[in-house]
């Protein structure tokens, strides 16, 4: 017999299913069970950085468990994860079995009975293809997340007390990607807020050939109205785009069209040809599922998660766009079935990979099966909703292009006026048949004139915009920026991205992200005092080490002592600094026991309103927002929003205690 260790139950149900009747026992270890301790730093500075890892408590009898279950059979098979997070606890598995020598940062593996696979999809074909070709536990991918666990320790550790002493507050929190995320709201916030909007005006025409075309005003004497304008920003350039039609303006050009004649200038037909997106890879699958369904990061990576371990899906943490001959060739073959000859293209369609260090050996995210499978029938909408996403993604990348005719008309007045108009015509659907993202058919899709023939205006509409200042930040935009900056990792994002909406640093308006007062005094604070640890271009570089570290192209005693020394130098400089960061309140009202201001504060647990004269006066009242037209079902009071302490959302009765009413789904809500 042989023991295979995963890390999840659901994984396990999954390889029991795949591998019944054949001489193996699976058990879950429950995620990780050896890390680094809650209540204090663990790195010796003095002996190379050296981790201190203990054994989670909590974890006790799965860990008696592994050692006895490894005593019962022939040989042990470490099958988690094929990432960095899944060698590690496959590592931790060798530790506990006495078959690692760990001398941090050297490690050393035993020559004992310990072997380790690795596979992308959890199909009978890969997992049996795996254990013919077992491997070694991959001990550079334990050192990168070794030495990623150590530099987040050292921030994480040695900068929150400070932000404790400076504030007030010992639930607060400091991180080496987490702070930059939110610099990335905080500076595009003061962009914002800097930018100085102005009106300007478009003139669009109607004209007789067709009425319902709005042809707009793009030039006059072959000089263009439109300026573009390009501001450098903290995440690299915006650009705008406005014209030089205004108010002191408007009216002149208006009349002197209003005088015109004006003449068919140019009629253009092309073919554009539109190719599929490449398939997801982990961020551009959040980014997907957020703007199709308003998936948060972290939802869309639990949904994936199971996904795969239930044998659906390749493995969810990638940057990849590989996808194996096998699938594309069956995929091939699938839409040429379903959809017909003209829809294939020549050749497979192959895609290159952005990333300099992504990992190649890594497939793409794709179903792992192109038929309908029972096993998602079991499943949640949610389930089923990103996994047809990620279906229909895969498999139109193995499509024809679609085609899109376009007709561009040119409109000249004698006075040398210059209008343009245009119709857009699918002509060819291609893998728009199956990942659809646009409409657009006109019904009257011809011009009914030709060049040099002369048209009547019917009509002139104006229209005043606005310049728009660079827009906020979704989770979709805000995970675009840190993978295009190296920031992070995609597999981390929903986990940051949770945390400092959790610490109150960032809330929600609508979809977009606004950093609080508690967020905006952090983040300049720390980019003032450690400018070149928070910087994009030093996180970037610092991600790009340690991704050099899994490739064994560096060594992780360099890596930490480049990061350590201008660190050490700043933090100690700003341990001795006593000036207090200073957060600004909101304030909301004034306090009915005492007259004094009611202000907005933060806790671990969210916002509250307060006495600004505390402690004096200690009065308080919860912040609560009433769902719209919910009434609670068993007094009729109004339905409110509610959080637990582990910031869970669910509605409750506003006249609690009286009334105990909650509900956790908003469906169910009367």
């Given at each position: 017999?042989?023991?295979?260790?995963?890390?999840?139950?659901?994984?396990?149900?999954?390889?029991?299913?795949?591998?019944?009747?054949?001489?193996?026992?699976?058990?879950a270890t429950m995620g990780h069970f050896r890390d680094?301790?809650?209540?204090?730093?663990?790195?010796?500075?003095?002996?190379?950085?050296?981790?201190?890892?203990?054994?989670?408590?909590?974890?006790?009898?799965?860990?008696?468990?592994?050692?006895?279950?490894?005593?019962?059979?022939?040989?042990?098979?470490?099958?988690?994860?094929?990432?960095?997070?899944?060698?590690?606890?496959?590592?931790?598995?060798?530790?506990?079995?006495?078959?690692?020598?760990?001398?941090?940062?050297?490690?050393?593996?035993?020559?004992?009975?310990?072997?380790?696979?690795?596979?992308?999809?959890?199909?009978?074909?890969?997992?049996?293809?795996?254990?013919?070709?077992?491997?070694?536990?991959?001990?550079?991918?334990?050192?990168?997340?070794?030495?990623?666990?150590?530099?987040?320790?050292?921030?994480?550790?040695?900068?929150?007390?400070?932000?404790?002493?400076?504030?007030?507050?010992?639930?607060?929190?400091?991180?080496?990607?987490?702070?930059?995320?939110?610099?990335?709201?905080?500076?595009?916030?003061?962009?914002?807020?800097?930018?100085?909007?102005?009106?300007?005006?478009?003139?669009?025409?109607?004209?007789?050939?067709?009425?319902?075309?709005?042809?707009?005003?793009?030039?006059?004497?072959?000089?263009?109205?439109?300026?573009?304008?390009?501001?450098?920003?903290?995440?690299?350039?915006?650009?705008?785009?406005?014209?030089?039609?205004?108010?002191?303006?408007?009216?002149?050009?208006?009349?002197?069209?209003?005088?015109?004649?004006?003449?068919?200038?140019?009629?253009?037909?092309?073919?554009?040809?539109?190719?599929?997106?490449?398939?997801?890879?982990?961020?551009?699958?959040?980014?997907?599922?957020?703007?199709?369904?308003?998936?948060?990061?972290?939802?869309?990576?639990?949904?994936?998660?199971?996904?795969?371990?239930?044998?659906?899906?390749?493995?969810?943490?990638?940057?990849?766009?590989?996808?194996?001959?096998?699938?594309?060739?069956?995929?091939?073959?699938?839409?040429?079935?379903?959809?017909?000859?003209?829809?294939?293209?020549?050749?497979?369609?192959?895609?290159?990979?952005?990333?300099?260090?992504?990992?190649?050996?890594?497939?793409?995210?794709?179903?792992?099966?192109?038929?309908?499978?029972?096993?998602?029938?079991?499943?949640?909408?949610?389930?089923?909703?990103?996994?047809?996403?990620?279906?229909?993604?895969?498999?139109?990348?193995?499509?024809?292009?679609?085609?899109?005719?376009?007709?561009?008309?040119?409109?000249?007045?004698?006075?040398?006026?210059?209008?343009?108009?245009?119709?857009?015509?699918?002509?060819?659907?291609?893998?728009?048949?199956?990942?659809?993202?646009?409409?657009?058919?006109?019904?009257?899709?011809?011009?009914?004139?030709?060049?040099?023939?002369?048209?009547?205006?019917?009509?002139?509409?104006?229209?005043?915009?606005?310049?728009?200042?660079?827009?906020?930040?979704?989770?979709?935009?805000?995970?675009?920026?840190?993978?295009?900056?190296?920031?992070?990792?995609?597999?981390?994002?929903?986990?940051?991205?949770?945390?400092?909406?959790?610490?109150?640093?960032?809330?929600?308006?609508?979809?977009?992200?606004?950093?609080?007062?508690?967020?905006?005094?952090?983040?300049?604070?720390?980019?003032?005092?450690?400018?070149?640890?928070?910087?994009?271009?030093?996180?970037?570089?610092?991600?790009?080490?340690?991704?050099?570290?899994?490739?064994?192209?560096?060594?992780?005693?360099?890596?930490?002592?480049?990061?350590?020394?201008?660190?050490?130098?700043?933090?100690?400089?700003?341990?001795?600094?006593?000036?207090?960061?200073?957060?600004?309140?909101?304030?909301?009202?004034?306090?009915?026991?005492?007259?004094?201001?009611?202000?907005?504060?933060?806790?671990?647990?969210?916002?509250?309103?307060?006495?600004?004269?505390y402690p004096k006066c200690k009065y308080t009242k919860?912040?609560?927002?009433?769902?719209?037209?919910?009434?609670?079902?068993?007094?009729?009071?109004?339905?409110?929003?509610?959080?637990?302490?582990?910031?869970?959302?669910?509605?409750?009765?506003?006249?609690?205690?009286?009334?105990?009413?909650?509900?956790?789904?908003?469906?169910?809500?009367?």
């Open positions: 017999m042989a023991l295979i260790i995963v890390e999840s139950p659901t994984k396990a149900r999954t390889f029991n299913r795949i591998l019944q009747g054949k001489d193996y026992f699976v058990f680094l301790p809650k209540n204090r730093l663990a790195i010796d500075y003095e002996n190379n950085f050296k981790p201190e890892y203990e054994l989670i408590p909590s974890k006790k009898k799965i860990i008696e468990k592994i050692k006895q279950l490894a005593k019962e059979n022939n040989e042990v098979i470490i099958a988690t994860d094929p990432d960095r997070e899944g060698e590690s606890i496959g590592y931790h598995v060798a530790y506990i079995l006495n078959q690692v020598d760990e001398n941090w940062p050297e490690i050393t593996l035993k020559n004992q009975n310990l072997k380790r696979i690795v596979f992308h999809e959890i199909t009978q074909s890969a997992l049996m293809e795996a254990l013919k070709n077992p491997e070694k536990i991959r001990i550079n991918l334990v050192k990168a997340q070794m030495s990623r666990r150590i530099l987040d320790r050292i921030v994480g550790y040695e900068l929150s007390p400070i932000l404790w002493k400076k504030i007030g507050k010992n639930w607060l929190s400091a991180g080496r990607v987490q702070t930059v995320a939110l610099r990335l709201v905080v500076e595009r916030e003061k962009e914002i807020n800097n930018f100085i909007k102005e009106n300007y005006y478009q003139i669009y025409a109607f004209f007789d050939f067709d009425k319902d075309l709005k042809i707009k005003l793009i030039s006059k004497d072959n000089q263009s109205y439109e300026n573009k304008i390009t501001l450098n920003l903290f995440a690299g350039n915006y650009q705008y785009v406005k014209t030089n039609i205004n108010d002191k303006n408007i009216n002149e050009i208006k009349n002197d069209l209003l005088t015109d004649e004006f003449f068919v200038d140019d009629i253009e037909e092309t073919i554009q040809k539109r190719y599929p997106p490449p398939p997801f890879t982990t961020s551009l699958l959040q980014q997907e599922a957020f703007n199709r369904f308003g998936f948060s990061s972290k939802l869309t990576m639990s949904l994936a998660q199971s996904l795969y371990e239930n044998g659906l899906i390749t493995y969810h943490r990638t940057d990849s766009f590989n996808l194996s001959t096998y699938f594309v060739f069956k995929a091939r073959d699938y839409i040429k079935e379903k959809y017909g000859e003209k829809y294939l293209p020549e050749k497979p369609r192959g895609y290159k990979t952005k990333s300099r260090l992504a990992q190649e050996a890594h497939e793409a995210i794709r179903p792992t099966k192109l038929e309908s499978n029972p096993k998602l029938e079991r499943l949640s909408t949610n389930h089923k909703k990103l996994y047809q996403l990620i279906f229909n993604r895969a498999l139109a990348t193995q499509m024809k292009e679609a085609e899109i005719k376009v007709l561009t008309i040119k409109i000249r007045s004698k006075k040398n006026y210059l209008f343009e108009g245009k119709k857009e015509n699918i002509i060819f659907d291609g893998f728009l048949k199956l990942y659809r993202d646009i409409e657009l058919n006109n019904k009257n899709f011809n011009f009914n004139v030709k060049p040099n023939d002369k048209v009547n205006l019917l009509n002139l509409n104006e229209e005043v915009n606005t310049t728009n200042p660079p827009p906020r930040y979704t989770e979709a935009s805000l995970i675009k920026t840190l993978e295009e900056k190296g920031i992070g990792r995609p597999s981390t994002y929903a986990s940051i991205i949770s945390l400092i909406q959790t610490k109150s640093y960032l809330e929600k308006q609508g979809r977009y992200f606004i950093p609080t007062n508690l967020g905006l005094a952090i983040s300049d604070y720390l980019s003032e005092k450690f400018p070149q640890i928070f910087s994009l271009d030093f996180t970037a570089l610092m991600e790009e080490d340690l991704d050099q570290i899994a490739e064994d192209q560096k060594e992780p005693l360099e890596v930490l002592k480049e990061f350590y020394q201008p660190f050490i130098s700043l933090l100690n400089a700003e341990k001795e600094n006593k000036n207090m960061i200073e957060v600004k309140e909101e304030e909301v009202g004034i306090c009915p026991q005492c007259q004094g201001k009611l202000v907005i504060k933060n806790s671990k647990f969210g916002k509250f309103i307060a006495c600004s004269n919860s912040i609560v927002k009433t769902v719209a037209n919910k009434k609670c079902p068993l007094c009729g009071g109004d339905i409110v929003i509610k959080y637990t302490k582990n910031k869970k959302k669910f509605f409750g009765c506003s006249n609690y205690p009286k009334c105990n009413y909650q509900e956790w789904n908003y469906k169910k809500l009367t």
